[in-house]
């Protein structure tokens, strides 16, 4: 089975204007999806941030967490918060998950947009159950993960589809329900 990595891309992102920006850290990101990547066995989940001063806030919000009175008011917190890593850009991402792994990993981009190179969850489900590679998924925040961006990755994961035409999740609930449906119980295909 294939180790699964998860990155937060703050920058290269799209705002509304469809402008490259690089968005804020927001508290609840760095929480939920710490949350999310830990109850679905993610290695670690990366916050890639260029600014030191946003870089410094994911620090400061997981110090507390991890020492003194956070950690021992929440331990389950201290542990999921252990998983993150804060990193310049998604080129550093990949070459940390090569140091450890021996390998690149397999980058798969998300997106609420469906691209031509758009692949089914039940087709990457099988390819971290079989093959070895490392998986990375990227995050875009903002209006999601620039263009160069998606066209470079190995994959890009279709979107998440309701029944209704609105298609604006927030990332950490996107973040859960892939994981959930990469990662988690065969639920769906039981019955």
Same mark, same amino acid.
């Given at each position: 089975m294939a180790k699964v990595f998860l990155a937060l891309v703050h920058y290269p992102v799209y705002n509304k204007r469809m402008d490259v920006v690089a968005t804020a850290i927001t508290n609840l990101d760095v929480h939920d999806i710490a949350r999310s990547s830990c109850t679905y066995g993610v290695a670690k989940y990366f916050i890639?941030?260029?600014?030191a001063s946003q870089q410094a806030v994911v620090r400061e919000i997981t110090a507390y967490w991890q020492e003194g009175y956070g950690a021992a008011y929440n331990p389950d917190r201290k542990t999921a918060l252990a998983?993150?890593?804060?990193?310049?850009s998604i080129e550093a991402v990949v070459a940390a998950i090569k140091e450890s792994?021996? +390998?690149?990993?397999?980058? +798969?981009?998300?997106?609420?947009?469906?691209?031509?190179?758009?692949v089914g969850y039940q087709s990457l489900r099988?390819?971290?159950e079989t093959d070895e590679r490392p998986v990375l998924l990227l995050f875009g925040?903002?209006?999601?993960?620039?263009?160069p961006?998606?066209?470079?990755?190995?994959?890009i994961l279709r979107p998440i589809y309701g029944p209704v035409e609105y298609n604006h999740l927030s990332v950490r609930s996107a973040v859960a329900i892939i994981l959930d449906r990469l990662l988690g119980e065969a639920w769906c295909e039981q019955g």
């Open positions: 890639v941030h260029p600014v998983l993150i890593s804060v990193q310049d792994e021996g +390998v690149e990993p397999f980058v +798969v981009t998300t997106d609420a947009r469906l691209y031509e190179k758009s099988r390819r971290i925040t903002g209006w999601g993960l620039e263009k961006v998606m066209e470079r990755a190995d994959a």
